[in-house]
Structures are given as structure tokens and as C-alpha cells.
């Protein structure tokens, strides 16, 4: 199960690594904003588990998720569209104070990291947080000094599943893609990976909609990081 296998024998020139739910176990403070979010107007809090099943998609998902009250919003009626801004503008502000404040780095992160970089391995984030929030979790993690580059939610005008993110994060890299992997978490992640035409390594602990990832095609699924080495 060794990372070497996808590239005959030898590590990848370059690592895209989505954030929330595979390097980091952020669902506590996600799970605070957004109970503090539908305290202050007048809802019945979510709790950390089903906010852990909402995660994925970047902030603006999440709160629709959160008003919906269940996963699969989009299948209800329109949301207010008032009612909505409030609420992400409640949000953003909830999570400014808490992000970072109970988030963890996942076990065998650290392990993974260190030798990728010593195996000369390009590293970046490329995730669909905004980036308002995420260099300071990177930074609150002591995990920002591994990563050349940092792709977050509004630094294009699109987010993953769709390819572009990857494919700046591999330019600004200055990366060869036949040389590259995606790490991730979520059918968001897998999704992204196929669209770049990367090869994609899912980890069973993060955040995928409370769905098994094992069967959504990653080349590679394991319970930590540290499998890999």
C-alpha cells in the first residue's frame, strides 16, 4: 500500500493535500460556529456529528446545509436568500473565533509530511476553505511552513470537484501532473482528482458526507497517512 506503487517504484515529484478532514480534524470548530451561528437566530442547534456530515463543500454549503437542517439541502425549496446572508455572515464571524481553537493534526500527518520532504516532494494545500481561514489554521497547527502553496475556496472563482484549483496549485508549482497526487477525504476530493486527470488517495477519517469512501475509485484508501510510507 506503499504511495511508491502509483509512480513504478518511486515517490510522486508533487503532493495536493485537501485540508478539513484529512490533514486536520477541524469538525469541533466548525460544529462551535455553527451552533453559535443558528443560536443567534433562534434555531435548534446541529452538534458536532451531523456537522461533521455537512462539511466538504466550503462555508457557503455548510451554512445551507445548517438552515436546511439535513444533507441533502438542495433538494428543498429555496432558502431566503436575506436569511442566508445573515447566516454567513454569522458564521464567518463564529468562526473567527473559533477556528483553531479545538482543531487537531490527524495522527501520521507529521510522519507523512517529513518524508515526502525528504523524498524532495513539492507540497500543497488545495482546499475549499476561505482563505481568510486558512493560513491561520495552518499556521495554529504548526503546519503551514511544509506547504509552497496554498489553494483555498475563493482563490479562483470556482471550488473543487472542478479541476482548477489543482491544476493552479500544480502551476504555481511549476509541477508536472503525470508526477502528481491528490490527498484527500471526500467524493469532492476523488471528484477533483479525476477531473485534473490526477491519481487520488482517500482517507477513511475524514468528512464524506457520512458515506464509506472505499468504493468511489481512489487508487488508494487507507486509515492514516503513515500506511503510505
Known amino acids: 500500500m506503499k504511495l511508491t506503487e502509483l509512480f513504478d517504484g518511486q515517490w510522486p515529484q508533487t503532493l495536493l493535500f485537501d485540508l478539513d478532514g484529512t490533514l486536520v480534524d477541524s469538525a469541533a470548530d466548525l460544529a462551535a460556529a455553527v451552533d453559535q451561528m443558528l443560536t443567534e437566530m433562534g434555531r435548534p442547534t446541529a452538534g458536532a456529528e451531523r456537522v461533521r456530515q455537512w462539511v466538504g463543500n466550503g462555508a457557503a454549503v455548510l451554512v445551507q446545509r445548517a438552515l436546511a437542517g439535513r444533507h441533502d439541502h438542495e433538494a428543498g425549496g429555496p432558502l431566503d436568500e436575506a436569511t442566508y446572508r445573515q447566516a454567513l455572515d454569522r458564521f464567518f464571524t463564529a468562526y473567527a473565533e473559533h477556528n483553531g481553537r479545538h482543531a487537531t493534526v490527524f495522527e501520521g500527518v507529521e510522519a507523512f509530511l517529513t518524508a515526502a520532504r525528504e523524498q524532495g516532494c513539492k507540497l ?51 509541477a508536472d501532473p503525470a508526477r502528481a497526487v491528490m490527498v484527500g477525504d471526500s467524493i469532492t476530493d476523488i471528484r477533483a482528482a479525476r477531473n485534473a486527470g490526477l491519481p487520488v488517495v482517500a482517507v477513511r477519517y475524514g468528512y464524506n458526507h457520512g458515506e464509506a469512501i472505499d468504493t468511489l475509485g481512489a487508487e488508494r484508501v487507507v486509515d492514516s497517512l503513515a500506511e503510505l510510507l
Open 124 to 174: 500543497a494545500v488545495v482546499t475549499n476553505k476561505p482563505s481568510a481561514f486558512t493560513g491561520d489554521l495552518l499556521e495554529q497547527m504548526g503546519l503551514d511552513h511544509w506547504f509552497e502553496v496554498t489553494v483555498s475556496g475563493d482563490t479562483l472563482t470556482v471550488k473543487k470537484p472542478d479541476p482548477a484549483p489543482l491544476h493552479h496549485a500544480l502551476e504555481a508549482l511549476g
